[in-house]
Structure formats: structure tokens, C-alpha cells
């Protein structure tokens, strides 16, 4: 039997990263962005102890070589842009979501055990210095969080569900099939939020608990249907 190998850089990274809850969370879509109009997927890593909060966002993203030229959007379309997969602190992403781009959250909160969530940690740690194509119809943001999700539960099989394209309500419709959430929360926008017009706090990583503590007070459950 062959001894499993270990990396001492892997564990301690992982040691660092106690999350034991992973969510699914769809940004509404912007008018304001074309590469936004069907709006944004990414997956929500966040700590359980002593209350749930969330710490990193995780995401397939575009990162174009060279920026709006005459044939930016057709690279984007077309592949033309390498993809990587990036992790980042949630504070400012949410946000930038939530505040500044008056966008509202959905978060699904999936059903992972420890086990699917070391199988997915240990998949980021193998992609963080690869790219693959980034294509906007196809191998997107949402394909690429299912990608990784199929890796943290490959019986789901998610990827096999998908047209040939793949947009973000597409991705939702694949994790609900497959029984994969486990509980919905909508966060309105700050715009929408008429009746508490507190904005989100800003700071440090360290605050992450407070806006976390805002989006789970002032979210609302959705209805199964």
C-alpha cells in the first residue's frame, strides 16, 4: 500500500482555515456591467465557531491580458481570457456588492460534510497557480464554481446537468437538483434595505463578523418551492 504524501505547506494553510460551512451566493445581475448581466457566482467559505461568519469568497474569474481594446469582448466570449480560480477576503467583497453596486445576495448554504469540505480546500490549493479559458457563455464563473463543487461531491455530478451554456441561475438549478442545500437566506441590497439604512461596516478582515452578523439579521429565508 503506498504511503499518502503530505505537504507541509498545504496543512499549514489548512490549519489556518477552520471553515466548516460553504454557501452558494448568487450576486444579482448589473445593467451597469455587460459582463455582469446575468449577474455572479461564487462560493462563501465561512467559520462556525463560536457563530457562523464568513472569512474568504471564492471564484472563477477572468483576468484579461490586455484591458478593453477593440477586441476585448470578443476574447471574452470566445475564450480569449485566461481564468483562474481566487480566493479573497469577504469584507470587501461584500461590500462592494451589497453597498456600492446596490446588489442583492443569495446565499445557499450547501450540503457539505467535513470530508466534501477538505476534498474542495485541498482542490483550491491544487489550482492556485493554474488557468484554464474563460469563456462568458460557457466555461464562466458558474461552471467553474460547479467544477469545484463536483470535486467536494462527485456523485452529485452537476457538470452532466448543464446545457452547452451555462449561466447562473443554471448552476442553482444543478445544486438544488442534485439536493445539495441544505438552507436559503436572501440579503437585500443596501439600497433596498429602506427600513434599517445602516450601511455595512468598513475595516480590517476582523470585522468580517460584524457584516456577516448584518447580512444574517437582515436576511430573509426563502420558501422551498
Not at 446575468?38 to 474569474?61: C, E, K, N, R, W
Not at 479559458?133 to 460547479?146: K, M, P, Q, R, T
Request: proline letters at 8%; charged letters at 20%; glycine letters at 4%.
Amino acid at each position: 500500500r503506498l504511503s499518502v504524501p503530505s505537504c507541509a505547506a498545504l496543512e499549514q494553510v489548512l490549519a489556518t482555515m477552520p471553515h466548516t460551512q460553504v454557501s452558494l451566493v448568487h450576486a444579482d445581475a448589473s445593467l451597469a456591467s455587460p459582463g455582469s448581466i446575468f449577474g455572479h457566482t461564487m462560493l462563501v467559505l465561512s467559520s462556525a465557531d463560536p457563530a457562523p461568519y464568513p472569512t474568504q469568497v471564492i471564484a472563477f474569474t477572468a483576468y484579461p491580458r490586455r484591458d478593453h481594446d477593440r477586441c476585448y469582448a470578443w476574447r471574452g466570449v470566445f475564450g480569449g481570457h485566461p481564468g483562474y480560480v481566487v480566493s479573497e477576503a469577504f469584507l470587501p467583497v461584500g461590500d462592494a456588492y451589497l453597498r456600492q453596486e446596490h446588489r442583492a445576495l443569495w446565499a445557499y448554504v450547501l450540503d457539505l460534510d467535513q470530508a466534501a469540505t477538505q476534498r474542495l480546500l485541498r482542490h483550491l490549493w491544487e489550482l492556485r497557480s493554474i488557468w484554464s479559458a474563460y469563456w462568458f457563455l460557457d466555461e464562466n464563473c458558474s461552471h467553474g464554481i460547479l467544477t469545484l463543487l463536483e470535486v467536494a461531491r462527485p456523485e452529485a455530478r452537476l457538470l452532466a446537468t448543464l446545457p452547452w451554456w451555462t449561466i447562473p441561475v443554471d448552476a442553482l438549478r444543478a445544486v438544488q437538483s442534485a439536493g445539495l442545500i441544505r438552507e436559503r437566506r436572501w440579503q437585500p441590497a443596501i439600497s433596498e434595505a429602506l427600513s434599517d439604512p445602516k450601511p455595512l461596516p468598513t475595516g480590517s478582515q476582523a470585522h468580517a463578523a460584524e457584516v456577516w452578523g448584518h447580512f444574517i439579521s437582515r436576511s430573509r429565508p426563502l420558501r422551498q418551492k
